[in-house]
């Protein structure tokens, strides 16, 4: 009968987001157990889900993406709910020098192996494959960091603070390497106008939107604390999270940059009325939300990592030099750093992660052409998944294990309740 | 440039996520100040907001359809947690009238006002408008209960224990009605068998499900609570959730009978290990997340409304009569309650909302065709809307102010922490 018109469209996405749940929490399980942070448990339990077939409408269901992709953006409200902007302006400097550093090495050295290994594709693809070496991803580092209980630490404030400025710096990188790919593709070059705009949005952005947030964060919040409706807190703190993310979106920087700006801006101080009258704070109140979400995002990156393109030797090769120069790259990071009670190579190390700012650019890449051919070829995209993959997966033991060698205790800060 | 490249496929959605979260904790405060339940708040914002034309892209938006399909399989596992097999089997008979009597009545009234009003359109019609009014809408419900803090009520009980035996009842009544009419359709008719198997799928998801519950649910959380990650108590507990609400709909029935059974056979004592050491239970931990997910489902049922259907006077009548036919049918309900101490009249009025179940049955209808034409044209549809809106609309109020006028104590029970 008809009985199949009654299948709520509903069914299969639950069915979905329930496996991602217990593949998630039986592969962070196994992580923790082997004394690692719960993240790479989650990660593999993606890969291994990825290249089983059984589970190919999970991966593709845009319910699993969707969630993932609210899951980072909670994620770095979250990280940046765990800092304020003062503490950040106090190592803003050790992370900017930090950003600029680890994006302009991996670039040329991105470059330089592109210009190596494959010098017939022309200096357009070098320079996009020394793009997609720029980013590091805060996803990964943040929650490794998250997981050691490790936020607060001075070198974790310079690692997201450097992330988070190159991820702008890297996002500048690209959207100036392809306006220039497309200017050439239609015959012309890109003017200093254009490339003058890009850079200006970005640090109009990220000035603007503090400059903002310092200001109106707590007026807005005196005033949502006169709501009597329940949940008040959550969806204000939530929204201003999604409205800055749509922001930074909109003036063409990724979106996680103004979900981390949100949660920089936002301090505990401005939603003390709600806290004062009994109510949980922001953060406890987004510990389940992220529990549940978060792990959406890594399975999802997991599962979209195609273990076949380790078969092909040429693809290896690329991949390998690429993933050497990608960490080698990081690690001119820890010499910006001069302040000597930092430990340095965690620093060059939590930079490491490309995450989902590499396959990002690498699927862009994929779209673009010069002269009818994509920038980026089917191959060069395995490489670059490849290096994203195993910079991703070594971050982790490795954060792990430096933060452990230097045992100095992690500083608390004045800023409420540690997770 | 290509800066559009850039832009985070998530850009729009997370605006139209922060205008519903913003919309909903508006509404709901007005209704707070007008001592009226939340949701009616939430409910008359998405009216206003699905009659702007500016608003339409945030209507038709498969995120804020999937974050609203989410939320009221939150909210029913959440209702279901509030209850256990034990407590719903002492009102089981009760429930179990009201619901016989909440289906039989309103399906012969709507049959017959079809019949009266419209009986150029023949009797399948006429039999499919009387399923639209059968099945309450737990959602509204249980909702107004849990604004009220009468969750742990018997009424609240009865009302809930019948609600989801009407949604069940409601569902096999639409399949055997759809069932006929396909059949029709195709010349012939349906057979005995058929009907008894689907009634025989209803019978047994509910008792296997909850006998399964029952014998499993203690195991698989005396296992989970050995997992040390982070989260597995939240995980787990939602994956039970998502499984059955899979299952429920994967026999055919609605998602909603599956999510609300799988709260039902969690009860806190399968938990304890996980409160004992320290974590939150799961209903303090579903808290944030029904309060953010939720208010999507009523917004967007809100915005569905087309407040042009009130413009036809014979769509305006047939609506007017469907109404009063569907409010005045489940007040038999309370007839079919004989223990005196209940409050019968708050029994009456909790059965009235159709919501989402109704909405569901009248696009059902649109699609199942006879003899060329569809058996719920669009003057019927608008009718249904506009009685599923108004049922939906006169509850709440009315609820809030019966449950205020039988002012017994609400019942304490013996199930932790009430909200």
């Known amino acids: 009968m008809n009985g199949a018109a009654h299948i709520d469209?509903?069914?299969?996405?639950?069915?979905?987001?329930?496996?991602?749940?217990?593949?998630?929490?039986?592969?962070?399980?196994?992580?923790?157990?082997?004394?690692?942070?719960?993240?790479?448990?989650?990660?593999?339990?993606?890969?291994?889900?990825?290249?089983?077939?059984?589970?190919?409408?999970?991966?593709?269901?845009?319910?699993?993406?969707?969630?993932?992709?609210?899951?980072?953006?909670?994620?770095?409200?979250?990280?940046?709910?765990?800092?304020?902007?003062?503490?950040?302006?106090?190592?803003?400097?050790?992370?900017?020098?930090?950003?600029?550093?680890?994006?302009?090495?991996?670039?040329?050295?991105?470059?330089?192996?592109?210009?190596l290994l494959v010098p017939e594709l022309g200096p357009y693809v070098h320079a996009f494959l020394g793009a997609t070496l720029c980013a590091t991803s805060v996803g990964i580092t943040a929650r490794v960091l998250k997981d050691l209980g490790a936020s607060q630490r001075d070198e974790a404030r310079i690692i997201l603070g450097a992330a988070v400025i190159d991820d702008v710096l890297g996002l500048v990188v690209l959207a100036v390497v392809s306006g220039a790919i497309v200017a050439a593709d239609q015959g012309s070059s890109l003017s200093v106008g254009e490339i003058g705009l890009i850079l200006g949005k970005a640090a109009g952005f990220l000035v603007g939107a503090l400059a903002l947030g310092v200001v109106l964060a707590p007026r807005l919040f005196r005033l949502a604390s006169r709501l009597r409706a329940r949940g008040v807190l959550l969806a204000v703190g939530v929204a201003i999270c999604f409205l800055f993310s749509w922001l930074s979106s909109a003036i063409g920087l990724a979106a996680i940059v103004g979900a981390f700006a949100a949660g920089l801006i936002l301090e505990d101080v401005h939603y003390r009325d709600f806290v004062d009258r009994g109510e949980h704070g922001l953060e406890d109140l987004l510990e389940p939300i992220s529990s549940l979400l978060v792990p959406f995002f890594f399975v999802l990156m997991g599962m979209r990592t195609d273990l076949r393109a380790f078969a092909d030797p040429e693809v290896l090769v690329l991949a390998g030099a690429l993933t050497v120069v990608a960490i080698a790259g990081k690690?001119?990071?820890?010499?910006?750093?001069?302040?000597?009670?930092?430990?340095?190579?965690?620093?060059?190390?939590?930079?490491?992660?490309?995450?989902?700012?590499?396959?990002?650019?690498?699927?862009?890449?994929?779209?673009?052409?010069?002269?009818?051919?994509?920038?980026?070829?089917?191959?060069?995209?395995?490489?670059?998944?490849?290096?994203?993959?195993?910079?991703?997966?070594?971050?982790?033991?490795?954060?792990?294990?430096?933060?452990?060698?230097?045992?100095?205790?992690?500083?608390?800060?004045?800023?409420?309740?540690?997770?």
């Open 9 to 115: 469209p509903i069914a299969a996405v639950v069915l979905h987001l329930a496996i991602v749940l217990v593949a998630a929490k039986l592969g962070g399980e196994l992580a923790v157990r082997l004394r690692q942070p719960a993240v790479l448990g989650e990660l593999s339990a993606g890969v291994v889900m990825g290249n089983i077939v059984w589970f190919d409408p999970v991966a593709a269901d845009p319910a699993v993406d969707l969630l993932a992709r609210l899951g980072v953006l909670i994620l770095l409200f979250e990280v940046g709910l765990e800092s304020t902007v003062k503490q950040m302006l106090q190592v803003g400097l050790a992370a900017l020098l930090v950003a600029v550093t680890g994006v302009v090495v991996p670039f040329a050295l991105g470059w330089g192996i592109g210009a």
């Open 331 to 419: 690690q001119a990071c820890s010499l910006a750093v001069w302040r000597r009670p930092i430990d340095r190579l965690s620093i060059g190390i939590g930079m490491i992660p490309r995450g989902e700012v590499g396959l990002i650019f690498a699927s862009i890449g994929a779209t673009l052409t010069l002269g009818g051919r994509p920038i980026i070829s089917p191959a060069l995209y395995s490489a670059v998944v490849v290096m994203v993959i195993v910079t991703t997966l070594v971050t982790p033991p490795a954060l792990t294990w430096s933060l452990a060698r230097s045992s100095r205790p992690a500083a608390q800060s004045s800023q409420g309740p540690s997770q």
